[in-house]
């Protein structure tokens, strides 16, 4: 059976075909919604709990209804793979506003993994997109589905030949990818930029961090400029279906040496264990 035959809709589990939500959805209408996308590893669903935590503290900081518990969406979500006979890919939590006096719609969806064991042989291509990040929105911070700006910049990236778009916010600075956190590695020490530059804060991206603390590895996170790729000895962006993902060029200048980097190698094997 084909990954994403079957999904599941407000605890139904239906044929993707006769999925249907309500015209009258705010999600629909307006973009009001969340979204949370999962890793499905050996069969399983991975960071479950971190996912669901986000996406209710995201809905209560919006002020969206989740009909659903945490419990409960876990094990729509794990059913949902077993379903589709997954064994690895992603599954993709959507839950919308719903209409104005109607009940929010909970939708799981399943997906194979877009990346390819090639691109973290040799790094990804990226650049940086012409759309510039506002730090300063106060949906930045939350997984939403009004999610076409990061749409345009895949656009983009696709047509300039890379694999990933990075944004610059209002003030230059570095801000995170299209669908991505961005880590850069000088000497031992790696740097991410903070969240006041205008990011999600991604679970991988915690992780990352936090693996950082565990192996001794040096860690700040604060203002970059992108003039300071061209010091940078490698970089890396994350995301919870990538992992950790090598980046060997942007806007055309090679990182480091073009390859993956030693600190880049040590991250992706502390976050794969």
């Known amino acids: 059976m084909e990954i994403g035959t079957i999904v599941c809709l407000n605890g139904e589990f239906i044929p993707v075909r006769q999925a249907a939500i309500p015209v009258t959805d705010r999600g629909v209408l307006y973009g009001m919604g969340l979204f949370e996308t999962i890793r499905v590893s050996g069969g399983s669903p991975r960071l479950l709990d971190l996912h669901l935590s986000r996406l209710f503290a995201s809905a209560g900081e919006l002020k969206l209804e989740v009909p659903f518990g945490k419990e409960e969406i876990a094990g729509l979500i794990r059913r949902t793979a077993a379903e589709n006979r997954m064994e690895r890919g992603g599954i993709r939590l959507t839950l919308t506003a719903g209409g104005e006096s109607g009940r929010p719609s909970i939708?799981?969806?399943?997906?194979?993994?877009p990346y390819r064991l090639d691109q973290y042989r040799a790094g990804i291509r990226a650049g940086f997109s012409a759309i510039k990040r506002?730090?300063?929105?106060?949906?930045?911070?939350?997984k939403t589905l009004s999610y076409y700006e990061n749409v345009l910049a895949r656009r983009e990236a696709g047509a300039a030949?890379?694999?990933?778009?990075?944004?610059?916010?209002?003030?230059?600075?570095?801000?995170e990818g299209s669908v991505s956190n961005i880590f850069l590695v000088f000497g031992e020490k790696v740097v991410t930029p903070d969240l006041q530059s205008g990011l999600l804060p991604g679970i991988t991206r915690r992780r990352a961090i936090d693996a950082c603390a565990a192996i001794g590895l040096p860690l700040e996170e604060r203002t970059v400029r992108p003039e300071e790729l061209s010091q940078a000895g490698e970089c890396f962006v994350t995301n919870s279906l990538m992992g950790v993902m090598p980046v060997a060029s942007i806007g055309g200048m090679v990182v480091g040496s073009g390859r993956p980097g030693g600190i880049t190698r040590i991250i992706m094997a502390a976050l794969e264990d």
């Open 134 to 142: 506002n730090q300063s929105s106060p949906l930045v911070r939350h």
């Open 161 to 175: 030949g890379w694999d990933e778009a990075i944004f610059l916010n209002t003030s230059g600075n570095l801000a």
């Open 107 to 113: 939708l799981i969806t399943a997906r194979n993994s």
